[in-house]
């Protein structure tokens, strides 16, 4: 394993033009217009696996847009690895604010990266991620030190929730199985700080719509005895957060984890700076839940947040109307001992509650994810911290993450085992942004330190 640095110095710019390459295939799982790239893009996945020493590579056809599965086995009675991640991308609106094409990637410095940054739609989330298994595994194939077999799940649809992913998985539980799951799809806390992320919130998320008149209409002729849709919908958004900005939906906090002063004192641990991070947002001051720190709310606090809002007439000059139609969609992140469909039917009754007789409101929800932890004492999250330290030479700290990563709690349900965290991204990556970029760094580090995660982890389970 000695070697593995030489191997990343010797092929470093091959590894950036495949990632670039992958790069340039805009995947845009949300827009049902790329439905191409997303084959083009599997197939690319597949081939990618295929050269670095797959025994098999499949794109496997679901309902909706495939899944890229492929496996090595060297030997049956050794664990097995199941790598997962995927290779679709969000969407690149507002494409105004990209300095660069979204999917003509280039490598600029950055405060934060004096050596380089790949900028471009997926290079932190997660097609750079991704391709640092892809190259580790290369490096274990062609350096003969492949110490355990590995399957790789790779979905196209992580970005609008794994539409088809928990059919593939009920379907293919043999197939699958593992010991640990390893996903690359989270970040750490800086480059000389490496973290592993214990916790994930669970996610929720609805589509309102609010009709009034059958049709828009004139506002002089009706303004002021029609109800506005877009003025009624405002109120109900508004009311979904009181004072504190806790959320208001009838019984959303209830059986969730309570942190005791000790827990909060451990999370208050990670070095965090209030000024750094909003100098790093460009705001002025933090906002939340009343008698939370930034760090709580979050990562172990629920939330509820409006993520777009439209109706009426938005084109040049005037149109005055009283518009027929106001639209929102919302989406809750939520914590252990939340449910996501109850609290989805929660947020629909309690919006369908808040709706006057003068317009028709409706609610259509999706099942989201539950929340998900990952115990320190397992040896997959042991082997990682191991890695880290050999890589970094510095301990890891673990870490909750606010974001969501639904089917990590499906995997536990469907296949039984645990998921590992181990990004190698920032915050300040941009992901879900314009200008999404990935450190050179992280990419080349998370190659060199995935192998050593391999090492320990087989070595940890003799
Ligand atoms: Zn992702």
Redo the contacts with the bound molecule.
């Keep these: 394993m000695s070697d593995i640095k030489n191997y990343i110095e010797e092929n470093k710019d091959r590894f950036l033009d495949e990632l670039f390459d992958l790069i340039r295939i805009p995947s845009i799982s949300a827009d049902p217009t790329h439905i191409d790239d997303m084959h083009k893009t599997a197939e690319a996945i597949k081939k990618s696996l295929i050269d670095a020493g797959v025994d098999k590579a499949e794109i496997c056809e679901t309902p909706t847009i495939p899944v890229v599965y492929a496996e090595k086995i060297i030997d049956e009675k050794l664990p097995t690895v199941l790598i997962y991640g ?1 290779y679709d991308v969000q969407p690149v609106d507002p494409i105004s604010l990209w300095d660069t094409d979204p999917f003509e990637p280039v490598i600029k410095k950055t405060e934060l990266h004096p050596e380089g940054a790949i900028f471009g739609r997926g290079s932190s ?2 097609k750079g991620q991704v391709y640092m298994h892809v190259k580790a595994f290369e490096y274990m194939v062609k350096s003969n030190t492949l110490p355990c077999n590995v399957k790789f799940m790779i979905e196209g649809e ?1 970005e609008i929730g794994s539409t088809s992913l928990g059919w593939y998985v009920e379907r293919n539980k043999e197939k699958l199985k593992n010991d640990i799951i390893l996903i690359s ?1 989270t970040g750490m806390i800086s480059n000389s700080q490496p973290s592993i992320t214990t916790s994930l919130r669970g996610i929720a998320h609805v589509e309102v719509e609010v009709t009034g008149p059958s049709r828009d209409l004139h506002s002089g002729l009706f303004g002021g005895a029609v109800a506005n849709p877009i003025t009624v919908l405002n109120k109900i958004l508004s009311k979904l957060h009181n004072d504190n900005n806790e959320v208001t939906i009838p019984g959303f906090y209830n059986g969730i984890k309570k942190y005791t002063e000790a827990e909060r004192a451990e999370i208050a641990k990670a070095p965090f700076v209030e000024e750094d991070y909003k100098k790093a947002l460009n705001i002025d001051a933090v906002d939340g839940e009343a008698g939370y720190s930034t760090i709580e709310r979050a990562t172990i606090r629920p939330t509820l947040d409006v993520n777009g809002i439209w109706g009426g007439y938005t084109g040049e000059g005037s149109k005055t109307i009283i518009p027929s139609k106001a639209n929102a969609k919302i989406s809750m992140r939520l914590v252990p001992g939340q449910d996501p469909a109850e609290m989805t039917e929660a947020l629909s009754k309690y919006l369908n509650s808040l709706a006057p007789d003068s317009v028709k409101i409706e609610v259509k929800g999706n099942r989201g994810g539950y929340a998900y932890v990952t115990p320190t004492n397992n040896n997959g999250y042991l082997a990682a911290s191991k890695a880290l330290k050999e890589t970094f030479g510095i301990d890891s700290i673990p870490t909750g993450s606010g974001g969501s990563i639904p089917i990590v709690a499906l995997f536990e349900k469907e296949l039984g085992s645990k998921s590992i965290l181990i990004g190698l991204g920032l915050e300040s990556d941009a992901i879900h942004s314009p200008n999404e970029h990935f450190g050179v760094f992280n990419y080349l580090k998370g190659i060199e330190t995935i192998p050593y995660f391999y090492k320990y982890y087989v070595e940890l389970e003799k």
Excluded: G, M
Aim: no cysteine.
């Design positions: 995927h989330d997660d992580e799809d």
